[in-house]
């Protein structure tokens, strides 16, 4: 595990040149005492999905991360969590490229060039994994950005941030973006 410095972020950052997928190790780390706040990051991943099981294509050029929480609350508020991290993403993901961003819900994000445009592309989307009946011992979030990667035209619901506003990110900016968005919006989660 590399040190939290390199990203800000509050606990421990595991980093991944491939992966099957972020949300099973974060799931099994989960499950084996791993530690509040886990972040995982990984450059690609082999078996990547979103919700319903849906394959969630992670060529290179794009962030994906599983976030492992145990936020000590009522199963029954993760619904708002998941919301919370839709529009926070959202709202990164505008800052970042300068695209119009909205969230579908339940946690989908989507962006077009400009404010007069119909379509809506997919360029991110979370989903929420959780373990506990009576109080949640265990929150996995995963996300799945689509920045500097192409999206097959055969996906033609989604698009990468790249391919709508015609020019590359930064990677390691996009990393920091959202993990201080994500840490934010853990952190007012918590505070409610």
């Known amino acids: 595990m590399s040190k939290p410095a390199s990203l800000g972020w509050p606990g421990p950052l595991l980093r991944l040149k491939s992966i099957?997928?972020?949300?099973?190790?974060?799931?099994?780390?989960?499950?084996?005492?791993?530690?509040?706040r886990t972040l995982i990051i990984a450059e690609r991943q082999t078996k990547g999905r979103g919700r319903l099981r849906r394959r969630w294509t992670s060529d290179p050029?794009?962030?994906?991360?599983?976030?492992?929480?145990?936020?000590?609350?009522?199963?029954?508020?993760?619904a708002e969590l998941s919301l919370a991290f839709a529009g926070?993403?959202?709202?990164a993901a505008a800052r970042i490229s300068g695209l119009v961003t909205t969230v579908k819900p339940p946690n989908d994000v989507l962006a077009r060039p400009r404010a007069?445009?119909?379509?809506?592309?997919?360029?991110?989307?979370?989903?929420?994994?959780?373990?506990?009946?009576?109080?949640?011992?265990w929150v996995v979030v995963g996300l799945g950005l689509n920045v500097n990667n192409r999206?097959?035209?055969?996906?033609?619901?989604?698009?990468?941030?790249?391919?709508?506003?015609?020019?590359?990110?930064?990677?390691?900016?996009?990393?920091?973006?959202?993990?201080?968005?994500?840490?934010?919006?853990?952190?007012?989660f918590l505070g409610k």
């Open 20 to 36: 099957d997928s972020t949300q099973d190790l974060a799931k099994r780390l989960a499950e084996n005492g791993g530690t509040d």
């Open 61 to 78: 050029g794009g962030l994906y991360l599983s976030i492992l929480f145990r936020p000590q609350v009522s199963p029954r508020r993760l």
């Open 88 to 91: 926070a993403a959202a709202k």
């Open 116 to 137: 007069g445009e119909r379509h809506w592309k997919k360029v991110c989307g979370i989903l929420i994994e959780a373990s506990g009946s009576e109080q949640t011992d």
């Open 151 to 188: 999206v097959p035209a055969r996906l033609g619901h989604a698009s990468s941030l790249r391919q709508l506003a015609g020019r590359s990110f930064d990677l390691a900016k996009t990393e920091r973006a959202f993990a201080a968005a994500i840490d934010s919006t853990y952190q007012a």
